[in-house]
């Protein structure tokens, strides 16, 4: 088995939407292009079978997304990526007719902060890529509408998530309310492929946040790692701006980064439940692995 079960790679932090609930990064917005990527995957070859394109950034915004896809599959990747879905009708053919790509998840609470007058042309698109997916290939599809409050009650529910699980139920013909099988915080199958997820919000961690615990587990570093747009390696997705920089994949070996004194106080830190950088004592998504992990 290998090493990691997922390496998160940006292939882009630039987005065309500004959502609440994903704070913009700090970082120079570029496109990784094609050589860098072939170098990092000669890299991390030999450390995970599976890609993720994702830390910020929308990657169907890449220009050269369809190119990213074949070199992913001629090394034996395979990739899952995560969408707001704006884009969905302009790339699904690419999407469709990559062998690499194993998964989409769509962000479907990307509509609820940006205004999005054809709020039903939006969902519309996705679930018409969807039956398009399943009919045409072995894809995964994932719904996501992660924007549950603490209290597993979604705020102003009737203009959120209502209106999108109707949609939802009613396009793939369900004899079941979506509503009442759904759990926060678990997936459940709708129909073959096809997955639905519902979530609690969670913050982004920065410095400039109270810390939340020095005590906790991640699996961060052991089951994950990523890559930004740049070349840094950081411990997990969430590290979007590069605090955590363990090191520049274009600059040294990945081998090197991982087995850096930095990478392995974090690792170790985690095995005696000691949370050992400032970012992740400020980071409450790790709380969830947590439960995992008791």
């Known amino acids: 088995m290998k090493k990691f079960k997922r390496i998160y790679l940006e292939i882009t932090n630039i987005c065309n939407l500004k959502c609440s609930f994903c704070p913009p990064t700090n ?8 050589d860098n990527f072939k170098k990092i995957l000669n890299q991390i070859n030999k450390y995970t079978d599976y890609l993720y394109f994702h830390v910020k ?37 690419i999407l469709l007719n990559s062998p690499a790509l194993r998964q989409i998840s769509f962000s479907l609470q990307s509509c609820e902060n940006n205004n999005l007058n054809e ?12 039956h398009r997916a399943v009919k045409e290939t ?19 529910k ?34 073959n492929s096809i997955y639905l997820s519902q979530e ?17 587990f991640c699996y961060g570093l052991r089951s994950q790692i990523a890559i930004l747009v740049d070349g840094t390696v950081v411990p997990c997705c969430l590290d979007s701006d590069g605090v955590i920089n363990l090191g520049n994949i274009y600059e040294k070996k990945f081998t090197e980064i991982i087995n ?35």
Not at 65 to 93: A, C, P, R, Y
Not at 119 to 130: G, N, R
Not at 138 to 156: G, T, Y
Not at 166 to 191: A, D, M
């Open 200 to 216: 609690t919000k969670f913050t982004w961690p920065n410095l400039g946040i109270n810390d939340i615990s020095e005590k906790g």
């Open 57 to 93: 950034g929308e990657p169907l915004l890449h220009p050269e997304l369809e190119q990213l896809l074949k070199i992913s599959d001629n090394e034996g990747f395979k990739v899952n990526l995560t969408t707001n879905g704006t884009l969905i009708e302009k790339t699904g053919d």
């Open 158 to 191: 009737s203009s959120k998530n209502d209106f999108m699980l109707n949609y939802i139920q009613s396009s793939l013909n369900l004899p079941f309310k979506i509503e009442e099988k759904v759990t926060p915080g678990k997936g459940i199958k709708l129909v």
């Open 138 to 156: 072995d894809l995964i599809i994932e719904l996501r509408l992660w924007n549950l409050n603490n209290s597993n009650n979604v705020e102003n």
């Open 119 to 130: 709020k039903e042309k939006y969902i519309k698109d996705i679930l018409d890529f969807m």
């Open 260 to 294: 850096n004194k930095r990478s392995l106080n974090m690792v170790n830190g985690f095995s005696q439940r000691e949370v050992v950088e400032p970012l992740c004592k400020k980071c409450g998504y790790r709380k969830r692995f947590e439960k995992l992990t008791k």
């Open 27 to 34: 970082r120079k917005q570029e496109y990784i292009t094609i």
